[in-house]
């Protein structure tokens, strides 16, 4: 399949999702009403939740409606916008909010692709199809909308601008990453080590940085899911990185293992209808199962590649 072909598929299933039902997720909804909160309640999100206004019609599809809001700044600042523009009215702002996120699922693959074809150039097809056809992405990026692509989608933009030494621009995106969700801050120590080899000119193993921004995203995602418990969408903040290793076993075997098992963490829902329990532990085991999985295929192929 030629990269033409590649895009062209991309695209097509992009449009197509952008007009989809977030069916398995209630995020979107509360991404809204945290705007409106601001575009007709006048109010502040951080301060005041959905619960602080319960005769509003929307409050019907949400969930997590006691929660203050928990992202960044820049978030609010890129979905108020959308508010005022859809006038309130539901069905307009909802395929606002769709469209945006979208997109910034294509700039992610967009710049997945760019920064491969400086760091590695013949697997820039490999690493954007691990990436932009896998099914978790889809699922997360377009069908359910969780902003994470949008945190994403600014910090690999960042990267990009980095590898081309345009520092200026390059934190700013940063900045607007880290303010988008927070969890882009974990690999600062990255970037800033990319920062002192460009200034001390030393050579630099862009596949070693990518791994360690891979290994150093994992940490947030713990965090997250010590304080409730681990979602499928938060692979969303390591697969762009591990896409662009994506062609190592020690990178490719995990990504597909414990992506493919995150899917088939919808299944209990789609069968009980809710995420009562049982249902939290036995995500928590076939989560902990594709982790353990991964880690014996991955060791097992190194032994067999040291075996050869």
Not at 64 to 74: A, K
Not at 101 to 129: D, H, R, W
């Amino acid at each position: 399949m030629g990269k033409k072909e590649l895009w062209s598929i991309i695209i097509l299933v992009t449009v197509i999702l952008a007009f989809s039902y977030n069916a398995f997720s209630y995020d979107l909804f509360n991404y809204i009403f945290d705007a409106k909160i601001v575009t007709h309640y006048f109010q502040n999100p951080y301060l005041h939740k959905a619960l602080d206004y319960p005769g509003d019609p929307m409050l019907s599809f949400m969930h997590w409606t006691h929660r203050l809001y928990p992202y960044g700044p820049v978030w609010i600042g890129l979905t108020i916008p959308m508010s005022f523009i859809g006038l309130q009215f539901f069905l307009p702002t909802f395929f606002l909010f769709k469209i945006f996120i979208s997109a910034c699922f294509l700039g992610t693959v967009y710049f997945i692709g760019k920064i491969l074809q400086k760091s590695e150039p013949k697997n820039e097809l490999f690493g954007i199809a691990f990436f932009a056809l896998n099914p978790l992405v889809i699922v997360e990026s377009l069908v359910s909308a969780h902003n994470d692509i949008v945190m994403m989608f600014f910090g690999l933009w960042a990267v990009y601008l980095l590898m081309n030494m345009r520092y200026v621009r390059s934190i700013i995106l940063f900045a607007l990453s880290v303010g988008v969700k927070f969890a882009t801050a974990a690999i600062f120590p990255v970037y800033a080590l990319i920062f002192y080899l460009q200034k001390k000119k030393e050579s630099i193993n862009w596949q070693l940085m990518f791994v360690f921004m891979a290994i150093f995203m994992i940490v947030p995602i713990i965090l997250a899911s010590f304080r409730t418990s681990f979602q499928p969408w938060y692979l969303l903040d390591i697969l762009p990185f591990i896409a662009l290793v994506s062609t190592d076993y020690f990178a490719f075997i995990p990504g597909v293992v414990v992506s493919l098992f995150a899917v088939f963490e919808y299944l209990p829902f789609l069968y009980t209808g809710n995420w009562d329990n049982p249902i939290p532990l036995i995500l928590f085991w076939m989560t902990a199962c594709s982790i353990i999985l991964s880690l014996l295929l991955t060791a097992g192929w190194y032994v067999k590649k040291m075996i050869k």
